[in-house]
């Protein structure tokens, strides 16, 4: 195998050159070199794996590395492929970031919010026609393992107010408790977001592939920050819906988000450990969990609220339970 890292993923075969009575040689991809600004002279690091050769650019003295730019614009585009363009460029390890437009002024308000919800993302220019953001990242200093405890820790703590939310009817209606789990699912989403980013820096970049895969599994790591992200999602949405129940409507409930609580701790703990049968076994308890939750849903299938609240406990854990499937 013969791998090029330094942008977008792509696959060449090319005729090996004999030079001299005993040299072998092989051309450089040309995009790959101007992308990596390599010239006749630079060097390049090369990893020997059993039968793989890694290819990647060496340091170049005097040589900062190239700043990778995106330039949108954004007339015409709904709210929602603006955010798709923004954070898609975010995933791609992007340095600047321009957006441009007449329609600016109408939609300048919400770009800032969208650029705002990514870690290091910060603007940098504004004008009636431009806004510019810079990325403020080292991604070769990004931590992966500690960014999924940061997720993992944030999560716990959102699911035991959620408990408590329940489980102390003078909490039913707070708005500010709805509030607290609202911008602490924001940090999950600007802490899913920077892992899938290192990520893709780490795929594109072998030696620092290296490393990360010696902490754990990237692919793995990339599941589950989606599966964090939608947690949090779930966790905002269910404590809105604790906020519409009645004293004494809610009797039980909180046991059994306790009992999904404690089976994710234990699969989290299970997946820092790489312990596969352990996750095996809290696989096996999906039934009975599943089981408690329907009889309880079948109890209170007339109080409408109640149904949607367990609808969201529901979702929880089977978001949760994805996690025992990574590592198969």
């Not at 004999?18 to 090369?46: A, E, Y």
Request: proline share 2%; aromatic share 6%; charged share 30%.
């Amino acid at each position: 195998m013969f791998s090029v890292p330094g942008g977008a993923s792509m696959t060449e075969y090319r005729k090996i050159i004999k030079f001299g009575s005993n040299s072998l040689i092989v051309s450089l991809p040309k995009s790959w070199t101007v992308r990596n600004q390599l010239s006749p002279g630079d060097t390049v690091r090369m990893d020997i794996q059993d039968h793989d050769l890694i290819i990647e650019p060496g340091h170049q003295e005097g040589k900062e590395r190239q700043e990778r730019e995106y330039t949108f614009a954004i007339d015409d585009d709904s709210p929602r492929v603006i955010k798709r363009k923004i954070f898609n460029a975010y995933l791609n390890d992007c340095d600047l970031l321009t957006l441009t437009g007449k329609e600016m002024p109408t939609k300048n308000k919400e770009i800032r919010v969208m650029i705002h919800q990514l870690m290091a993302l910060e603007i940098i220019e504004e004008s009636a026609t431009r806004i510019q953001a810079k990325c403020y990242l080292n991604m070769d200093d990004i931590n992966i393992s500690n960014l999924i405890r940061k997720l993992d820790s944030i999560i716990r703590s959102m699911t035991l107010d959620i408990i408590s939310q329940v489980r102390e009817p003078k909490k039913f209606g707070d708005i500010n408790i709805t509030k607290n789990l609202a911008e602490r699912d924001t940090d999950v989403n600007r802490l899913s977001f920077l892992v899938m980013r290192a990520i893709r820096h780490a795929l594109e970049h072998p030696r620092i592939r290296k490393r990360y895969e010696q902490e754990g599994d990237l692919l793995g790591n990339w599941d589950i920050a989606q599966i964090m992200e939608k947690l949090g999602d779930i966790l905002k949405r269910l404590s809105r819906l604790i906020t519409d129940l009645e004293e004494g409507q809610a009797e039980g409930l909180a046991d059994i988000i306790s009992l999904i609580a404690n089976h994710y701790e234990a699969i989290m703990k299970a997946h820092y450990r790489r312990d596969l049968n352990a996750l095996h076994l809290l696989a096996d308890k999906r039934k009975d969990i599943v089981t408690t939750i329907d009889h309880y849903q079948q109890r209170h299938e007339r109080t409408i609220i109640v149904a949607k609240a367990v609808d969201g406990v529901k979702n929880l854990f089977y978001r949760i339970d994805e996690i025992t499937t990574i590592m198969d």
